[in-house]
């Protein structure tokens, strides 16, 4: 199966990591045994946990390792720029293109300093318009190499997609070929950085806006590009989400999709004249005008100082969408304008037989909007005699952000649903997860990179990784242990140590081992890409069952992170072997 | 020409832009004459200037906007979520997908509370598995309609790509039926916003860093996904970068790209021993043992205690690129390991008749790295009496931002080229940009969005937008007036109110007048796709004609954004007639 991005290939890299193939290659050093460790060292958005997304992208990408001729090509010759509108062109009438033949030399579009558009004189393509071949004046035999190699010799280990991860623990273990496992590392990280981050974003929006709440991720006009968008939707549902507005997501991952109306559709309508067809069809048959309805309610209730353009807009979208009527009430003013408006248009509705679903709320404080919107409703229900208002849905949008969330809970408020964009989706509390990819092992030896920042430095080796689990099904803390050694037992007694710190040791009876790791690829993918439904419950029952104050929003508890005695022996023997001792004065 | 993301296209948008396209259909509406602007209320980063970018892909956009069968279906009937794995599966030995047929019913791939992948029961794909249609129970009519449009019957008006733009002026305006210029909103808007901000928070990082540094832009593994990263690489060269590490970004759009080393490579090698052939070959055909030549270097200079493994490593990449050696130093140690090691392989490249490259910093304190390395590069020349080490590129990189930037000028630094990567790729500062695309005419008529917010309301009608320049080419203000009425002009005085405050007025006598929209759309493309050189000349030529004080890191001075007196009565009549008077009490 292809990558979902088509983005994605062994060109979406960094260009050192070519240069460094070669450098690999031309040293014979192409085949020695890596292993490599993709890990991060701290955990976003000030928590203690971090959510592992992406990885079934990752398998996707190993399938699609592969380089094409014209990747060969651009490496060894660089290309033209801007060629398609070289070749290509525009229809009759306009130029063609931004370059352009003119007496023998060439012109290119642009622009002068008023900004108008204008053509002149460039050096000929061959000149200007060429670049070098990144990858030029390599020897020809590396070009036929990598035209022909593929990761059917890597084997990858990777936690299962959605499990609860923490600093320094490896996400993915890559081992093979030195060259081709190194080749992984941009598209890997790109591949994981983002799903990762955005998967845990959304589940602590989750944790803060309670199990009860609905949320719909409304972000893809302000994601970073079509992907971000579509990346943004996917990972929003499998950390906790309900939904999404984007539609594209929705056909792709199979994503429940929801929206009603923006403004420009409310300002769209001046007044009840805008109605071409006043009449509803009832559910037995009946037609009546629906327009007439929704007046005599008006003027029953005393609402006829409501915005008239947004009263048509109502009915308008009443009558298109009869079981699905939730409307957007502050284009003029909420509680004057909006939710009288959205009232008399439900009781109408109501009376020709359907039920309409509620408002949203999109400007102000929401937490009042919400509880004046919700005592009204109570009110109309009373008015009337029915029961149905009290429990329809109110909807907030706005900007929304984990901060606010957990204030609004604080606050009490009568809000259903979340719409939730801009925070989500561009992880505007913490942009980045920083993901690294370690070379930890060469032809069986450990290998280590040592910093002036002792908090950049690696562990060397390769590693098991565990999951100790104690009473109540809490974990208790993961586990490092050299790969080959016996692996931690339940109900045995464990020296588990900090990697850093000497000093902090715990010995841990655990209730269960969970191994953490397990082989996704060897040669071909071993791993049965779960549903999002099944990552995305997987994710829900990891959270239900941390102790609470890891996950807690503010100063949230560590989780342990340790070591074995053997694994810390060797870490910090390998540490005095490579580190050289500072000459100071 | 295809927009250069695959996912964009008519899917590629909010549910609520067909639900409400729905509504205004069956409401007979769909054909109104629509005018939509497209404009932010805040610049970002706290600085008082924007770089508009996205255009060609907006117009790309149009050019795809066409529904294909399979996006009608699954509006309309839905879909079965993961496909792909129902009809394809894996090769045998595996099972064949996340769910099965087992014993007349189906089974799902999912991980029990160990983390341990299992089949366990779920109901047919029928039930479960199926998602309904977003705009299932609509009128099949209008799916009909809806396969039939397109953008032929739209105007869209827009700066140049690459303009400078300010708050409320609308950077792009669409005019058309009401219908089809709605649907553009969420796809419009994703594509020029992250463009919008990137390009910005480039020529940010150019303002701050100087026009003599090299800027290369290192993102791509921390992007918010592989579109993420193409979108930084290429906005980053047209806000002023020099060029990228990302490959793929190379290819598509001509970009100078960039790479040596990471520390896997360094941590690669173990000792000379790795070195499989020593033979360098000097252009003049004689050749030399390579690692001998260095180790003599090496015990002349008193160099013997660095590590041999980053010796090793340095002297292999020197062998592939006998003229691009550029070192990354601070595997083990930077001033007594990395830089040393980097001195002897130099030294012996130049002996062998090639030029080193220089040095990349990756950790520790960069100003003073540097400045160091540039004494100690000083030292080698007198010793060896050369003129080389001197100008060496001393590159930096490590998490650097904006304020980092300003803060290395300020303390002053030899570093010669900045890799940026996360805080550049994300805009971690600020990462979204908050343009909305707003319904301001209707059928000829001025339409608003009122709000509980006052910074929220829209200014109404059909514009035109001005920049009128002063002495020195220096712009003074942007000014509003309403489409049809003249246009200023130079050597006229001309009276520029405030949008908003009726205070604030000014008289302005223009030396020129420069029109910011021109029609770039007309049912088909009527805008020349300018090369990303030409674009990012055109933001370097307006930065530096810009005054100073407007784009300036620190408290920057707002740039005037103002409107005629004809427009300005206009919006406040309109203002008055639209919004309810509150009553209190």
């Given at each position: 199966?292809?990558?979902?991005?088509?983005?994605v290939?062994?060109?979406?890299?960094?260009?050192?990591e070519?240069?460094?193939?070669?450098?690999y290659?031309?040293?014979g050093?192409?085949?020695?045994?890596?292993v490599?460790d993709?890990?991060?060292r701290k955990n976003p958005?000030g928590g203690?946990f971090t959510?592992?997304?992406g990885?079934?992208?990752v398998?996707r990408?190993l399938?699609a390792?592969t380089?094409?001729d014209?990747d060969?090509?651009?490496?060894?010759e660089?290309?033209?720029?801007r060629?398609?509108e070289l070749?290509?062109g525009?229809?009759a009438?306009?130029?063609?293109?931004f370059?352009?033949e003119k007496?023998?030399?060439y012109?290119?579009?642009?622009f002068?300093?008023r900004g108008v558009?204008?053509?002149?004189?460039?050096?000929?393509?061959?000149?200007?318009?060429?670049?070098?071949?990144?990858m030029?004046g390599?020897?020809?035999?590396?070009f036929?190499?990598?035209?022909?190699?593929?990761?059917?010799?890597l084997?990858?280990y990777?936690?299962?997609?959605?499990?609860?991860?923490f600093?320094r623990?490896?996400?993915?273990?890559?081992?093979?070929?030195l060259?081709?496992?190194q080749?992984?590392?941009?598209?890997?990280?790109?591949?994981?950085?983002?799903?990762s981050?955005?998967?845990?974003n959304?589940a602590r929006f989750?944790?803060?806006a309670g199990?009860?709440?609905?949320?719909?991720?409304f972000?893809l006009?302000?994601a970073q590009g079509p992907?971000?968008?579509i990346?943004?939707?996917r990972?929003?549902?499998v950390g906790?989400?309900?939904g999404?507005s984007?539609?594209e997501a929705?056909?792709l991952f199979g994503l429940p999709t929801?929206?009603?109306?923006?403004?420009?559709?409310?300002?769209?309508f001046?007044?009840?004249?805008d109605?071409s067809?006043p009449t509803?069809?009832?559910?037995d048959?009946t037609?009546?005008?629906?327009v007439?309805?929704?007046?005599?309610y008006?003027s029953?209730?005393g609402?006829?100082?409501?915005?008239?353009?947004?009263l048509a807009?109502?009915?308008s979208?009443?009558?298109?969408?009869?079981?699905?009527?939730l409307?957007l009430?502050?284009t003029?003013?909420t509680?004057?304008s909006?939710?009288p408006?959205?009232?008399c248009?439900?009781?109408?509705l109501?009376?020709?037989?359907?039920?309409?679903v509620?408002i949203r709320?999109d400007s102000?404080?929401?937490?009042?909007?919400?509880?004046e919107?919700?005592?009204?409703?109570r009110k109309?229900?009373?008015?009337?005699?029915?029961d149905l208002?009290?429990a329809?849905?109110i909807?907030?949008?706005?900007?929304?952000n984990?901060s606010i969330l957990l204030?609004l809970?604080?606050?009490?408020h009568e809000?259903n649903?979340f719409?939730?964009?801009t925070?989500?989706?561009?992880?505007q509390?913490?942009?980045?997860?920083?993901?690294?990819?370690?070379?930890?092992?060469l032809?069986?030896h450990?290998?280590i990179?040592?910093s002036d920042e002792?908090?950049?430095?690696?562990?060397?080796?390769?590693?098991?990784?565990?999951?100790?689990i104690?009473t109540n099904?809490?974990?208790?803390?993961?586990?490092m242990?050299?790969a080959?050694?016996?692996p931690?037992?339940a109900?045995?007694r464990i020296l588990?140590?900090?990697p850093?710190n000497?000093a902090k040791?715990?010995?841990?009876?655990?209730?269960?081992?969970?191994?953490?790791?397990?082989c996704v690829?060897?040669g071909?993918?071993?791993?049965a890409?779960p549903?999002?439904d099944?990552?995305?419950?997987?994710v829900?029952?990891q959270?239900?069952e941390?102790?609470?104050?890891?996950m807690?929003a503010?100063?949230?508890t560590?989780?342990k992170?340790?070591?074995?005695e053997?694994?810390?022996?060797?870490?910090?023997e390998?540490?005095?072997?490579?580190?050289?001792i500072?000459?100071i004065?």
């Amino acid at each position: 199966m292809k990558p979902t991005d088509a983005f994605v290939g062994p060109m979406l890299t960094d260009l050192y990591e070519l240069t460094m193939a070669y450098g690999y290659w031309k040293t014979g050093k192409e085949r020695d045994k890596a292993v490599f460790d993709l890990f991060f060292r701290k955990n976003p958005f000030g928590g203690e946990f971090t959510v592992f997304a992406g990885l079934e992208e990752v398998i996707r990408s190993l399938q699609a390792f592969t380089f094409t001729d014209t990747d060969i090509a651009f490496l060894r010759e660089g290309t033209v720029k801007r060629k398609p509108e070289l070749e290509g062109g525009f229809e009759a009438g306009l130029n063609n293109g931004f370059v352009r033949e003119k007496d023998g030399g060439y012109e290119e579009f642009g622009f002068d300093r008023r900004g108008v558009g204008a053509w002149r004189p460039v050096r000929p393509p061959t000149g200007d318009l060429s670049i070098p071949g990144p990858m030029a004046g390599c020897d020809p035999a590396f070009f036929d190499w990598l035209r022909g190699i593929d990761c059917t010799e890597l084997k990858v280990y990777a936690m299962p997609e959605g499990t609860i991860a923490f600093p320094r623990i490896p996400l993915i273990r890559v081992e093979g070929p030195l060259c081709i496992a190194q080749m992984q590392e941009t598209t890997f990280l790109n591949l994981v950085n983002f799903p990762s981050l955005l998967t845990t974003n959304a589940a602590r929006f989750r944790l803060a806006a309670g199990t009860d709440k609905g949320l719909v991720e409304f972000g893809l006009r302000r994601a970073q590009g079509p992907d971000g968008g579509i990346s943004a939707s996917r990972y929003a549902y499998v950390g906790g989400f309900n939904g999404t507005s984007n539609v594209e997501a929705g056909l792709l991952f199979g994503l429940p999709t929801k929206g009603t109306m923006a403004h420009s559709y409310v300002a769209s309508f001046s007044g009840l004249d805008d109605i071409s067809d006043p009449t509803i069809k009832s559910p037995d048959g009946t037609e009546r005008n629906f327009v007439e309805m929704v007046l005599s309610y008006r003027s029953r209730l005393g609402y006829e100082q409501t915005h008239e353009g947004e009263l048509a807009a109502f009915i308008s979208y009443a009558l298109a969408f009869k079981d699905g009527f939730l409307a957007l009430v502050d284009t003029y003013d909420t509680l004057k304008s909006g939710l009288p408006n959205f009232i008399c248009v439900a009781l109408a509705l109501i009376a020709a037989g359907y039920k309409p679903v509620g408002i949203r709320l999109d400007s102000g404080d929401l937490a009042y909007f919400s509880k004046e919107t919700r005592k009204v409703f109570r009110k109309v229900d009373k008015q009337f005699s029915i029961d149905l208002f009290g429990a329809l849905t109110i909807m907030a949008s706005n900007d929304i952000n984990e901060s606010i969330l957990l204030s609004l809970t604080q606050q009490g408020h009568e809000i259903n649903v979340f719409g939730i964009g801009t925070h989500l989706v561009t992880c505007q509390a913490q942009p980045a997860l920083g993901c690294v990819y370690k070379l930890v092992a060469l032809n069986g030896h450990p290998r280590i990179k040592l910093s002036d920042e002792v908090e950049k430095m690696t562990i060397p080796g390769r590693k098991e990784v565990y999951r100790l689990i104690g009473t109540n099904r809490q974990p208790v803390l993961d586990l490092m242990v050299e790969a080959g050694t016996p692996p931690p037992k339940a109900g045995e007694r464990i020296l588990c140590r900090h990697p850093l710190n000497e000093a902090k040791r715990a010995y841990v009876v655990p209730k269960s081992v969970v191994p953490l790791h397990r082989c996704v690829w060897d040669g071909r993918q071993t791993y049965a890409f779960p549903s999002l439904d099944t990552v995305r419950q997987y994710v829900i029952d990891q959270i239900s069952e941390m102790r609470p104050d890891h996950m807690r929003a503010i100063n949230p508890t560590p989780y342990k992170v340790s070591v074995s005695e053997d694994l810390f022996r060797s870490i910090h023997e390998i540490w005095m072997h490579e580190a050289p001792i500072t000459e100071i004065g």
